[in-house]
C-alpha cells in the first residue's frame, strides 16, 4: 500500500459518457500527477498540480479535464472518449521541496484505473 | 524532446545470477533518476533513486550513474523468479523552477528469472 488511492479500480464507459476518476494521498505530499499508460507505450505524464495549481499540460485533449480541489485530492473528468483512450490511468503524489537544491520529486504511484472506452 | 531508452526484452537471468539492467537518456539537464519495477496489471513501485554520479546499493540492487555519457543502469544480484517484471527507468528533468516536474519513463524492460 503506499498511500495513494485510486477509485473505481475498472471502469467501462460508452463514447458518449461522463465519468471521473479520483485519487487520494494519506502521504501528505503537496504535488499530484495523473499519468496514462497504454500497452506497448511508454508512461506518459498528462497533468501535473503543484499546492493545487496546474503546472502542467502535456498537450492533453481537452476530453480529459482534470480537478484539484486540494493537495490531498485530484481527479480526472471523461467525457466522450474515444475508444483509443483505453488504458490503465495511473495517478502519482510526490513532496515539492520547493525549489531548493536538486529535486528529488520521488513519486508513489496508486494502483490505477483500468478504463476500457467502447 | 526529452526521450529515455530501454532495451525492451525479454532478458532472461537465470536464478542466482546478476541482472543487468540499462537506460539512456536524451536531456543533459536531468537530475534525478529513478528505477520502478511493475509487474503485470499492477502500477509501478520504487525500487531505486541515485542523483549523483557513481554507484548507490540497497541489499541486492545497486543503481549506477553515469551523467557524462547519460546512462543509468540496476543490477540485480542473486536474482530470485519474485524479480520477474518489467522495470521501468523514469527521469526527471526541472524546467518550472521547484521540484514538482513530471517523469519522463522508457517503454520498461521485461525481466524474466529462469528458476
Known amino acids: 500500500e503506499t498511500g495513494v488511492t485510486q477509485t473505481p479500480r475498472h471502469l467501462v464507459m460508452g463514447m458518449t459518457n461522463k465519468k471521473s476518476l479520483k485519487c487520494e494521498q494519506h502521504l501528505g505530499h503537496n504535488a499530484m500527477y495523473w499519468y496514462k499508460q497504454s500497452a506497448k507505450k511508454p508512461l506518459e505524464l498528462m497533468f501535473v498540480y503543484n499546492f493545487k495549481e496546474q503546472t502542467e499540460n502535456n498537450s492533453v485533449p481537452s476530453r480529459f479535464s482534470p480537478e484539484c480541489p486540494n493537495s490531498s485530492h485530484l481527479f480526472l473528468h471523461l467525457h466522450t472518449l474515444q475508444p483509443e483512450d483505453s488504458a490503465l490511468y495511473l495517478c502519482?503524489?510526490?513532496?515539492?521541496?520547493?525549489?531548493?537544491?536538486?529535486?528529488?520529486?520521488?513519486?508513489?504511484f496508486g494502483a490505477g484505473t483500468r478504463l476500457s472506452v467502447l | 524532446q526529452k526521450e529515455v531508452e530501454q532495451n525492451s526484452g525479454p532478458l532472461s537471468v537465470p536464478e542466482g545470477a546478476i541482472a543487468s539492467l540499462n537506460c539512456t537518456y536524451s536531456?543533459?539537464?536531468?537530475?534525478?533518476f529513478f528505477w520502478y519495477r511493475q509487474y503485470s496489471g499492477k502500477s509501478p513501485e520504487l525500487i531505486m533513486s541515485?542523483?549523483?554520479?557513481g554507484d548507490k546499493e540497497d541489499g541486492r540492487f545497486t543503481a549506477q550513474l553515469n551523467k557524462a555519457s547519460q546512462y543509468v543502469s540496476l543490477l540485480i544480484r542473486d536474482s530470485q523468479p519474485s524479480d520477474s517484471a518489467t522495470y521501468l527507468c523514469?527521469?526527471?528533468?526541472?524546467?518550472?523552477?521547484?521540484?514538482?516536474?513530471?517523469?519522463?519513463f522508457g517503454k520498461g524492460t521485461h525481466l524474466i528469472i529462469q528458476p
Open positions: 541515485i542523483y549523483s554520479n
Open positions: 502519482a503524489s510526490s513532496q515539492d521541496p520547493g525549489g531548493a537544491g536538486i529535486a528529488k520529486n520521488i513519486q508513489y
Open positions: 536531456d543533459r539537464g536531468s537530475q534525478s
Open positions: 523514469a527521469v526527471n528533468t526541472p524546467y518550472s523552477g521547484g521540484g514538482a516536474d513530471g517523469l519522463t
